[in-house]
C-alpha cells in the first residue's frame, strides 16, 4: 500500500503580545473565581472562569497573571454572557507566560472568531504576610494568641496576583466570589454571601453577582472578625468588621457610614446600587483605606475611635477618611477611570468630598479652612517644583505598575481636591448637577476626564453660554498642563492691574509660556467682595465697573482669593505686604481665618522662591504674638517657619530662631494650656500644633509639664490624654536617658490602640543619641518589631531631627534592596522613605549624592519622589545661598527686642 500521506504542517507561531497594554479586542463580561486558602502551607489555589467576548478573529486570549502557577486551560463558547454552559470546546496549545510583562497568554490550535467564549484556568499561589494582592496579615487575640487572616489589596495592579484577570480599569465585567473557609472562620466580599455549603473539613460561601466593575474593586476577607451593624434610613445595611478586643471603637466609623451614604445619594442624586456597605480594619495595610465595593477596607488606624483612646484628630481622621471612600462608591466606582492616566478623577474627587461631607457631619469643624492649610498647600508645594506633572498625563506615559503605582501622589490627591473645591465654590449648583449627569451618562462604565467636562459644559450653557462654551478649554487649563498661576496684583487709582505666570520655587526667571483660566475675587477692608473676573491672558485690568469698591481711592489694602478659594497664589506691591502685616497686627480679626492662611501662605512660598523678602514673611507672623490666633493661621504659620527651621538646622542660626518661635507662641501657650476640653474641637487641634513648638522653643513651663505627665506615665503608668501623647512621649524620649527611650518602645508594643502606637513610633525618633536612632531604623525594617505598614514611619520619625536626618538617608540606601522587597513596584510608599528622608538637604554634595545613588539603583515606583525630592533639594539650596544671611539679621533684631 502506498505510504500514509504527511501530516499536516503544524501552524506557524502567532507572535506573542508586548503592547504595554492588553488587546482591546478582547473583553470580558463575567466572572466566576473561586479561591482556597491553606493557612497551614501559606498558599492558596482557586479556579476562574471569564466569560468573554472576542470582536476579532484571534489564536490567543491575553490576560494578566503574576506570580501564579496556571494549569488546566480550556476555552469553550458561551451561550450567554454570565453563563459558562458551552456547546463546543478549542484545544489550548499553550500558556506562555511573560513575567516582565505580567501577562499570561492562552495559545490555541484554532482561530476563535468573533463571538462569546469561556475560559478556564486553574491557579496556585503563595499565601504570605504582604501588603498587596491575597496577603495575610495577623494579630494577637484577647488570649494572647496569634490570630491569621487573608485579606486582598488589589489596587492598583494586584488582583492579577490573586487570580488570572484583565487587570487594567476599562476592562469591567460581573464576578461571582466564591471562597472555601476553614472552619471556625467567616467570610467577606464585595456582595452578601448567598449560601453557604461545607465541603470536606471547609465551608464553601458564594457570594451574590456584583454589578459591573473593575478588578481592582474587587475584594475577599477571611478572618475571625467580629462586627458592629446598623442599617440607613434607605434600608443598605452597614457595618464595620475588626479584631473582637476592638471592635467596639468601631462606632463612630458605623455612625459616619450610616449619615455618610444618605449624604452622598443627595448630593449625587442617584442610590446606592448595593444592598449592603461593610467597613473592615485590617491589622496590615499599607494606605489609609480601599475603596472596594461593598466591602471597604482600612488601616485599623484609620476606622477605630473611641474617646477613652483616641485624640480629636484622630477623630476626624476617621471620619474623613471614611467619607473619602464612601465618596468612591459613586465617582470611582459606579463610574471608573478608563485609564490611571486620569487618577486624579477618582482620588481628586474624593479629597474634595471627603471634606465636603464631613463639613456636613460637623459644620464647627471650618474643615474648608483646614483645606487650606491641609490638601491645598501640600499640593501647592509640591506643584511649584519644576519636577511636578499635570493632574491628568497622556496615557502612554503610564503602562507599568510602577509607573501607575508612582501616581498616588499629591497631584493627584490634593491638587486634584484643590481644583475641584474651587470650581464648586464658583460654579456650585452647575458643577454639582454636572457631575451628577456624568454619572448618569456612563452609569457601570469608565470615562475620561474630558467626559466630565462635557457633562458639566452642557449643564452651564443653559445659564452662562458665554462662560460654559469654553468650559473645556477653561478646565483643561488646570488639569492638563502642570504648575499653577502666580497672580500679581497691582492698585492703580481706580483699577487694578493683574498679570499672570507660571509659579516656580526651584527656579529662578523662568518664563513658560502658560496661561491658566484664573477666578479672581477681591476682598476689602470693610469686609465686602467682588468678582469672580475670570482671567485668562497674561495680563488684565479690574476696574470700579467690576467691582465699585475700587471707587474709594483710600483703600489700605486689597486683598486677592476671597477665602484662599482658587489654586494660585498671589503678589502684591511691597507697601501691600507691608499694609497687610500692620492691620493685622492692629487687629488680627481684620480679616478671616482662611484669608490670613492665604496671606501667609503665599507670603512664605514667593519668599521661598526669591520674589520677596524672607523679612516680609516673618513680619506677618508677628501678630500672633499679640493674639491667641486660629487652628489654621497657626497651620500656616508654623508651617512657613518650619520650612526654614530645617534650613537653620545646626547653624549659628538656631538658637536665635528657637527664641523667636518662644515670643511667637508664648500667649497662646498660656492659652490653650494644658486641660482638654470634650467637643472643644478646633482648640484642642490648636494646642496640638502650639505645645510642641512651645516645649522645642522651652517656652515657661512647657518642658515641666510635660516631663511630670510622662514621668507619671514611666513610673505610674499613667497613661496621658490622648490629645497630649504625642507631646509628652517626645519629650521624655528627647529630654530623657535611653531608658525613657525604652519605656515609650514598650508602650508601642503593648497598646492595643493603633494611633497611640503611631504616636509611639513618631516619638521614638526624637532620640540625641545616634545608637538609639540607629537602633530605631533597624526595627523599622524587622517584621518581628515593626509592622511592615509603618516602617516608612518610624523611618521618617528619625529623618525629622538634625541627628536623626542624615542617618536616616544613609539607612536608606544601605537597606534599598530589602525596602524594595518591601514595596517594590506595588506601593507609594517606596517613595516617601525618599521624600522624607530628604527634605533636609540643601547642598549641591546632597544633591548629587541622591542622584548619583539612584543612577546606579532601581527606582522603581520611587520615581516620583525621587524627582520630587530633587526639585526639594534644588530649592533648598537657592534658599541657603541667597537668605539665611538675611533671616539671621532679622531673628537678630527681633530677638533683641
Known sequence: PPPPPPPPPSPAPVPLWTAPRLPSSVRPLH??????????????????QAVVNVTQATQQLVLHAADLQLSNPSVTTALEPTSAAATRAFTVQDIALQPDLQYATVVLQETLVAGLYVLSLDFEGALVAGLSGLYLSSYENAAGQTEILMTTQFEPTDARRAFPCWDEPAFKATFNISVAKPAGY?????MPSTQQVQVDEASVVQFEQTPRMSTYLVALVVSKFENLGSVTADNIGVSIWGEASKIRRGQLALDVESRVIPFFEGFFNLSYPLPKEALVAIPDFAAG????????TFRTADVFWDTNTGSTSDKQRVTIVVAHELAHQWNGNIVTLAWWNDLWLNEGFATFAENLAADFLHPDWDMWGQFIVDAQASAKSVDALNSTHALSISADQVTTPAQINALFDNIAYDKGGSVIRMMYGILQDVFRDGIRAYLKQHLY??????DLWTAIQDVGMATNPGLYQHFAALMGSWTTQPGYPLVTLTRSLSSVHLTQERFFVDLRGVSTPQVWWVPVTLRFPDGSTCGPVWFNTTQTDMSQTACPQLQDTSLPWVKANVDTLGFYRVQYALEDWQ???TALTANSTVMGPQDVAGLLGDAFALAQAGLLPQTVALNLTRHLQNSTGTYITWVATLSGLSSIRKMLWNSTSEDLFKSYEAQLVARTYDSVGWNIVPD???DNLKRTEVLPVACSANVSDCRA????????????????APDLQQIVYEAGVAYGTESDWWAVWNRYKNTTVSREQRRCLIALGQSNSPAVLNRALNFALN?????????ITLISAVAATPMGAPLAWNFVKDNWDLLLSYFGDTSFLLGDAVRETTTWMNTQSQLDDLRGFFQSHEVSSAAEGVTEAEGTIQANILWMSSYAAQVEQWLQAMVAR
Open 445 to 450: 462604565g469608565s470615562a475620561t476626564t474630558a
Open 783 to 791: 517584621d518581628s518589631q515593626v509592622r511592615r505598614q509603618d516602617s
Open 289 to 296: 483605606a480601599m475603596e472596594n465595593w461593598g466591602l471597604i
Open 680 to 682: 472643644a474641637h478646633l
Open 186 to 190: 467567616g467570610a467577606l466580599s464585595n
Open 31 to 48: 466572572y466566576a473565581v473561586h479561591i482556597t486558602p491553606a493557612f497551614a502551607t501559606n498558599t492558596f489555589s482557586g479556579h476562574v
Open 579 to 581: 499694609q497687610f502685616a
Open 705 to 720: 509639664q510635660a516631663l511630670v505627665r510622662f514621668a507619671a506615665f514611666r513610673d505610674g503608668n499613667q497613661i496621658p
